[in-house]
């Protein structure tokens, strides 16, 4: 009878609180999203299920090493590679391997609106200061605004390990809901006309230029932010392997197995990190509104920065300044959503090869944002 | 109403003159580094057209350095790729005499009459 009552006792159901269930509720809305409306399926099923098994109740520190925050634990050992840091890179190195500057190249003024949306991190920044959250946690915040999860999750797993869980979800979150969060802001900052923009057609970029674009991009920004070596480098190592066509084996291996596995045990890692006990905090709520609205502000920085560029420009040369918001990264969710609007505008207008240009450019822009954030906040 | 803006304890005090510096050169700094690489890869074409056109220029004069200016765009580009592609699927130089005849029962081996038997078998019921 003892025997029984202690296997109650082990059991979830003994364990289980209402903020167990929240979390339970929240991972399979993340699993119904991706399968249902294929938002982000192949981060929100690896979250959501990871969710799940993080919040599934049990009695922790009972020495069977269950737990992500137990140590000796399997998730424990896998969320290591959260925790120091290493799947951001990788899944770098597999972005830079998939990735195609050649828009970026052919137009390099566009580069100025991936700058410009990183406004969004450091107001962002400075809203986190006026909550109370101390600098490195502010900084971990902010980084939401780049909209780019790996490097959200390795600013914070640097700056404030506490939090990564709830910043990640926070980033994957509207990453997945940006056909919601940027259409509204787009079509508020835009008249109808700017919206119809049609820009000229992006000339051919050579083999030479898209070699050297690796290398000569991961010099400059790497001698300015030495802090975003291990993200820039192994997405510049990425699309070496990928433009000097001399090594296909290893471009397929970084763009298919490695991306793929490091997805897989991120995604899991990160939403089992999210266990109700840990979660459900005040700071978290104030993660998630801060979230939003570093990812308003960013968009909105992108757009209102083409608006200004093209008081410079002749009339031939103008930019659609829905491109603009292109760049929060969000590779390439955020070029899909400025193809849609710009439809919406003109069923004959194309912006999508355009608005590739300013999303790798944010994807440089917020590991830049993130390196000089470490190297400015890290003791 | 309540938004949720009011419902959050923000404290505009809280931010210093040391966070705004903070935020200010950050955002330069990652605004020059982007500005650098626009800066160098505008230049870059220039680079190469020039050093195209003195190398066109000693092979065929000034009418063919000219050439060195024309930008192709993308989508010449695009439509000259595909033609290509579609130019050379055609090809059948190199076709296979053998069109249709393929082998397709399998060497007799003690190690495989059971299955040789049920492979055959299924053929005959079809």
Redesign the interface.
């Known amino acids: 009878m003892e025997g029984i009552v202690r296997f109650f006792e082990n059991s979830g159901f003994a364990n289980a609180t209402p903020g167990h269930f929240l979390m339970i509720l929240v991972g399979l809305i993340f699993i119904f999203l991706a399968i249902r409306y294929e938002y982000k399926p192949l981060l929100l099923v690896p979250i959501g299920f990871g969710i799940l098994i993080g919040n599934t109740p049990f009695v922790e520190h009972t020495g069977l090493h269950l737990g992500i925050y137990e140590d000796g634990s399997v998730m424990n050992y896998l969320y290591m590679g959260v925790l120091k840091g290493i799947f951001p890179p990788l899944i770098f190195l597999g972005i830079g391997a998939m990735t195609d500057f050649s828009p970026l190249i052919s137009n390099p003024k566009l580069i100025l609106l991936g700058a410009a949306a990183q406004i969004g991190i450091f107001l962002t920044y400075l809203g986190a200061i006026s909550l109370g959250f101390t600098n490195p946690e502010s900084a971990s915040i902010g980084i939401i605004g780049g909209a780019d999860g790996p490097t959200a999750i390795f600013l914070s797993s640097k700056l404030a390990p506490h939090l990564i869980g709830s910043i990640a979800i926070a980033a994957y979150s509207y990453m997945a809901l940006l056909p919601v969060i940027q259409p509204p802001i787009m079509r508020l900052l835009t008249t109808k006309q700017e919206r119809r923009i049609k820009m000229k057609p992006p000339r051919s970029v050579s083999k030479l230029e898209k070699t050297l674009f690796p290398v000569v991009a991961l010099l400059l920004t790497g001698f300015i932010a030495p802090g975003s070596l291990p993200l820039l480098g192994m997405l510049f190592l990425g699309n070496l392997l990928k433009e000097s066509m001399v090594t296909k084996r290893l471009a397929d291996t970084a763009k298919n197995t490695i991306i793929d596995i490091v997805t897989i045990i991120l995604g899991v890692t990160i939403g089992a990190s999210t266990q109700a006990t840990t979660f459900l905090t005040r700071e978290s709520i104030f993660i998630f509104v801060l979230g939003a609205t570093a990812f308003m502000i960013s968009t909105a920085g992108g757009v209102l920065f083409a608006k200004i560029m093209n008081f410079f420009l002749s009339p031939e040369n103008k930019i659609n300044p829905l491109i603009g918001a292109a760049g929060v990264s969000a590779v390439p969710d955020s070029a899909l959503v400025v193809q849609i609007e710009g439809l919406k505008a003109d069923p004959d207008n194309h912006l999508i090869m355009h608005a590739m240009a300013p999303n790798v450019a944010g994807v440089i822009g917020s590991a830049v944002a993130a390196g000089i954030m470490m190297s400015l906040l890290l003791k | 109403m309540t938004t ?1 803006v009011q419902l ?5 005090s ?2 210093g003159k040391l ?2 510096t ?6 330069s ?10 800066l ?3 230049l ?2 220039m680079l ?1 057209t020039r050093n195209l056109r003195r190398k066109f220029k000693k092979e065929g004069g000034e009418e063919k350095a000219a050439l060195a200016d024309n ?7 695009a439509a000259i790729a595909t033609a290509i592609s579609l130019y050379l699927e055609e090809l059948h130089d190199q076709e296979s005499a053998i069109l249709t005849i393929k082998k397709v029962g399998k060497s007799y081996s003690p190690w495989n009459s059971k299955i040789y038997n049920v492979i055959n078998f299924n053929r005959f019921q079809r």
Do not use: N
């Open positions: 949720v959050l304890p923000i404290d505009l809280a931010i966070h705004l903070f935020a200010v050169i950050g955002y700094i990652v605004f020059v580094s982007l500005f650098l690489l626009y160098v890869f505008s870059l074409p190469f930008k192709v765009p993308g989508e010449v580009s």
